[in-house]
């Protein structure tokens, strides 16, 4: 896929956002990013296709993320750090109404979208748990599959207005707490020895 075709769907992404799944045609879209019609129908044939295509690279951009870090080498807070907050940076603005829409319009496809997201996810943060309780770094009596899970519960929780109205809460501050919690939870003491060398590190770099 050629850069040009990514940033028009990174568009249609953050547009629907704005607008909605469900009166968005083909041709309103070209109008309302200027592009023109044939771009968008070079590459697919109706509305439904170009969901498929735009979760498809959103899950792109989530494995482009874990691709740059060397799983098997840093520091596994120094990993869970970066990666978790770029994760969630780039889904900040996933709310639940585009969520709700999409497996309202879209059940099968948003459905099979999101088991392999999870489990793409749930496989990386695995092997994070493993490799930090090989380093010393997380305790040994934890139960890496499930705490796989929780942390996924937890950023699916981050873009959930009805917990944390964006009014009241800033997404950053939520963000910071719970991976702060998650860390310090699963943690041995050199694990959050490491962990708070690293939070006053990047609190110098800030200021």
Known sequence: MNDHLKTILRDIRELSIRRGIKNLTIEEICYELNIPVQTLYDHVSNETELVVMILDQE?????????????????????LLSVGREISE??????LTISLELNRYFPEIYG??????????????????????????????????????LYISRLIDLHNPLLFP??????????????????????????????????????FVMN
């Not at 899950?59 to 990993?79: C, T, W």
């Not at 999101?114 to 793409?120: D, F, G, I, Q």
Request: overall charge neutral.
């Open 166 to 203: 964006p009014g009241q809460f800033s997404f950053n501050i939520v963000f910071d707490v719970m991976i702060d919690n998650f860390i310090r939870g699963i943690a041995t003491e050199q694990g959050i020895a490491h962990y708070e060398t690293r939070i006053k590190a990047m609190e």
């Open 112 to 149: 099979h979208h999101l088991e392999l997201r999870t489990n793409y996810i749930f496989a990386k943060i695995k092997n994070n748990l493993e490799h930090g309780i090989r380093q010393g770094n997380y305790r040994s009596d934890l139960s890496t599959e499930l705490l796989a899970r």
């Open 59 to 79: 899950r792109r951009n989530l494995q482009e993320i874990f691709e740059k870090y060397p799983y098997n080498g840093e520091n596994a807070i120094d990993l």
């Open 90 to 95: 780039q889904f900040r603005d996933v709310t």
